[in-house]
Structure formats: structure tokens, C-alpha cells
């Protein structure tokens, strides 16, 4: 999953990327590096960011969205606004990236459970603005599957299809670096829950100041642990490099037919 931030604040692309031309670019910059999809969102979710209106994030998505959907491109939306993910299903995404885990908007659940698009669930401990002041679990790993497969099951018995669900553990969303390792190193605690399992590392597990080449060597490391414990759905910037590390660490995986979506049922390939 490549990902396109058409926003002027995003923690690590925050402002390269806002004209609808420069998103696009980047959008098929990501493709030809081989992403097999994009996930688009307009609103920052980085610790301490302020929350924005649906009609902001509309504002900045929906001009790359529509395009990369009419050119057949897979999208998917990073939002926990109903009003957006409806607007960007009637465009032509595939998918619902929602960090609130459809629980932010009381929309949310409807408006996924009607449209039957599939859905990546994160956990989030309390919301950006406040959610890394002081994180703190008894054992990180079990507090975030219980919380995930609960959730989960909740929504199948209201109406989901269990294959229209994939997990999200939320790497630095409410955690702390310590937070981050364990839920990393013990994800097979997570893949066990039977759902597929969509990891976030990219560019958060070294500091912001760091060298490029540090957060990218820790992204990449991370990708490549990530899959060996079982993840489905990679969410990176840095696709090629990515891509390159699997293959390396032995994840050559075929990549999906031309045109196929990535169905959360079949776990989407990662190389």
C-alpha cells in the first residue's frame, strides 16, 4: 500500500504533495515503484494534529482519487469521516482505512456495511491530539488483539462479513517506541485472530531528526519483520526500497492480475 498525504501536516510528506498534480505524480511515481495500491488521505492523524472538516479533506482528495479510480488504478480512503468515505466510494475506491476503527463517525459502520467494501480496522489508544502524552499498557500485545478482535466481532454479528475485514495494530497511534517493537516482534499474537493484518511502520520507528537513510533502513527493517510474522498489507512511503528488501529476505511473491483488487479475503500480495 503506497501512501499519498495531499495535506499540508502529515508527519513525514506534510506539504509535498498538496496540488491535485503533485499528488497525482507521486501517486504513479508509488505505482511504478510497485505499489499494488494507493491509500489516499486528507487528514493528518500525526500526534497532537487538529482534527479538520470532511469538506477540507474532500477538498484534497478527491481530485487524484477520482483520477487514479477512472484510470483503473486501486484506491483506498484514509478517513474516519462517513461523508468521506461515501464520497470516495462514489468515486471509485475500493477500500476504508479508518485509524478510528469506525468507531469516530456513528456513520462509519453503516455507510461501510452498506457499500461492502472492505475495511482495515486500527487501533488507536484515545485520539491524535492526545493519544502519545503517556501511553500505557500491561502487556501491549494482548490489550491491542483483544481490542481488535473484539471489535471485529462486534461488527460481524451487526453485519459485516468477516472477509470484508482486515486489522490494523496502529504502530505509534497511542504507543510508545517500546509499544511499537513488541507489537512488531510478537504480530503473529495478531495474525492468529484469522484476520488479515495491515502494518504501518514506515518512517516511525526512528526519530523524525534522524538521517533519511536511518528511518529508512528502520522501515525496511520493519516491513521485512512484519512479513515474516504474517502481515497482509504493507502501508510504506518508500515503496521500491521496500519491495527490494522483501525480495531480499525471500518474498518473492507474484504479483496480483491486472486489474484485481486487493480483496481482504485472499490477503493482498506484498511483493
Do not use: W
Amino acid at each position: 500500500m503506497g501512501i499519498l498525504n495531499p495535506t499540508p501536516d502529515s508527519f513525514s510528506d506534510g506539504g509535498l504533495h498538496e496540488t491535485p498534480d503533485a499528488a497525482l505524480a507521486h501517486a504513479e511515481r508509488l505505482l511504478a515503484a510497485g505499489a499494488d495500491f494507493i491509500d489516499i488521505g486528507g487528514e493528518s492523524t500525526r500526534p497532537g494534529a487538529t482534527p479538520v472538516a470532511p469538506e477540507i479533506e474532500l477538498d484534497r482528495v478527491m481530485p487524484a482519487l477520482r483520477r487514479l479510480a477512472a484510470d483503473g488504478r486501486t484506491v483506498s480512503i484514509d478517513t474516519r469521516n462517513a461523508a468521506v468515505m461515501r464520497a470516495a466510494l462514489g468515486a471509485g475506491a475500493a477500500v476504508v482505512n479508518d485509524v478510528s476503527a469506525l468507531t469516530h463517525d456513528p456513520d462509519s459502520f453503516e455507510t461501510v456495511r452498506r457499500s461492502g467494501a472492505p475495511v482495515i480496522l486500527m487501533h488507536m489508544k484515545g485520539d491524535p491530539a492526545t493519544m502519545n502524552d503517556d501511553p500505557r499498557y500491561g502487556d501491549v500485545v494482548a490489550e491491542v488483539a483483544d481490542a481488535l478482535g473484539e471489535q471485529a466481532e462486534r461488527f460481524v454479528a451487526a453485519g459485516l462479513m468477516k472477509s470484508q475485514i482486515a486489522i490494523d495494530p496502529g504502530l505509534g497511534f497511542g504507543k510508545s517506541h517500546r509499544h511499537n517493537l513488541a507489537l512488531l516482534h510478537d504480530l503473529d499474537r495478531l495474525t492468529a485472530l484469522g484476520y488479515p493484518v495491515c502494518i504501518g511502520a514506515s518512517r516511525k520507528l526512528a526519530a523524525l531528526t534522524a538521517p533519511s537513510g536511518v528511518r529508512l533502513a528502520a522501515s525496511t527493517a520493519a516491513a521485512v519483520l512484519a512479513a515474516q510474522k504474517g502481515a497482509a498489507i504493507l502501508r510504506v512511503h518508500d515503496v521500491a526500497e521496500t519491495r527490494v528488501a522483501l525480495r531480499i529476505a525471500g518474498f518473492a511473491m507474484p504479483r496480483p492480475a491486472e486489474g484485481s483488487s486487493p480483496g481482504m479475503a485472499e490477503n493482498a500480495a506484498i511483493v
